[in-house]
């Protein structure tokens, strides 16, 4: 596996375990529907929380929340519409970013990153 896919499924992991210990319980890792895929998908007090992670080494070209662009925001939209209409879900949802900095070993959660519309 070449080495930022590495970098990607070991931030992915991080992601979840840092969700976990803030007191998220995991609905799913890695959901697909057609082409589009979210990282996780997890409740957090009764909400249902579509969470982007974005891993990087460094900041040099931007912080890692500033990855997630219009495209992959609407993107994410349609995917969890999707995910409601096959599970049935009703109630609360929002969605959240989880930025892993590689070379601090440090997590930061954003939470409602953005919105539907």
Aim: proline share 1%; with cysteine; glycine share 6%.
């Amino acid at each position: 596996m070449a080495k930022h896919l590495e970098a990607g499924v070991w931030g992915e992991q991080q992601a979840v375990r840092y969700l976990l210990e803030c007191g998220f319980e995991i609905v799913c890792v890695n959901w697909r529907y057609k082409h589009l895929e979210v990282d996780v998908i997890a409740k957090d007090n009764g909400v249902l929380v579509f969470v982007e992670v974005k891993s990087r080494t460094d900041s040099r070209f931007g912080e890692p929340k500033e990855f997630v662009d219009h495209k992959k925001k609407r993107n994410l939209i349609r995917l969890a519409d999707a995910y409601i209409s096959y599970t049935k879900y009703e109630g609360e949802i929002r969605f959240d970013i989880v930025s892993v900095f590689l070379e601090q070993s440090k997590i930061e959660l954003i939470k409602d990153a953005f919105w539907s519309n």
